[in-house]
């Protein structure tokens, strides 16, 4: 049973454009919520976090929308740059064990061409 | 750079077989994650510590234990291996509990 789902394996943009990447999430008890970039041959790098109590958090050229009545967030990329090709995960936060359990979507790999 | 450091990067070895994983945490942080990259799943939480004692447990077979240690670096322990625990295996630390977390580049494990 997949809590945080990312139901587009892949993404490809034109630099310069905008890019969409989405997860939907299941549990109601998960109150933060995080974007992680991944290159390969590396580990995760943490992108940007985005509380429940929030809807919109901004910082620099991402921007992550939270939609708690759909349990839906994203992360906006603009504008999108060659080195921002790679593999993105959401993950959730479960707020209720006090902990920092962390439940990650599949990945969505983004390829933003020149 | 990250400032968790993983060790070893790659790590072959045959079934049957144990192997211990190092992690040494960013300067600060008091949490430990281990989590399991396997090729058909993303990424498994696995364990964390807290400034030594364990706070919570997610799919971790009985097979793997680990612990943090008083300098606060953190071992996984791997026993009886198995073709299918061939993965990548992520450290991550955190200053607190909760919140962002900041990942190692992992340990590759492949058993023949």
């Known amino acids: 049973d997949q809590q945080v789902k990312q139901n587009s394996p892949s993404l490809s943009v034109q630099e310069g454009r905008i890019s969409i990447l989405n997860c939907d999430y299941t549990?109601?008890?998960?109150?933060?919520f995080l974007w992680y970039k991944k290159y390969p041959a590396e580990g995760p790098t943490f992108l940007i976090s985005i509380s429940s109590i929030k809807d919109k958090n901004e910082d620099g050229r991402f921007t992550v929308f939270l939609n708690k009545s759909a349990k839906h967030l994203s992360l906006h990329i603009v504008p999108s740059q060659p080195g921002d090709s790679a593999v993105y995960f959401c993950a959730a936060e479960d707020g209720s064990g006090n902990t920092g359990k962390l439940i990650f979507g599949q990945g969505t790999t983004l390829q933003v061409k020149p | 750079d990250s400032g968790v450091t993983q060790t070893p990067k790659h790590l072959i070895t045959a079934t049957g077989q144990r192997v211990t994983l190092r992690c040494s945490p960013r300067s600060g942080d008091l949490s430990v994650y281990w989590y399991q990259q396997s090729l058909d799943q993303g990424l498994q939480f696995l364990i964390q510590y807290y400034n030594g004692e364990e706070r919570a447990k997610g799919n971790i077979l009985e097979r793997f234990s680990a612990q943090q240690f008083p300098d606060l670096h953190s071992e996984l322990n791997l026993s009886s291996l198995e073709l299918g625990d061939s993965a990548l295996y992520f450290c991550a630390s955190s200053v607190s509990g909760i919140g962002p977390q900041h990942f190692g580049d992992g340990t590759r494990l492949s058993i023949l």
């Open positions: 549990n109601s008890m998960f109150d933060y």
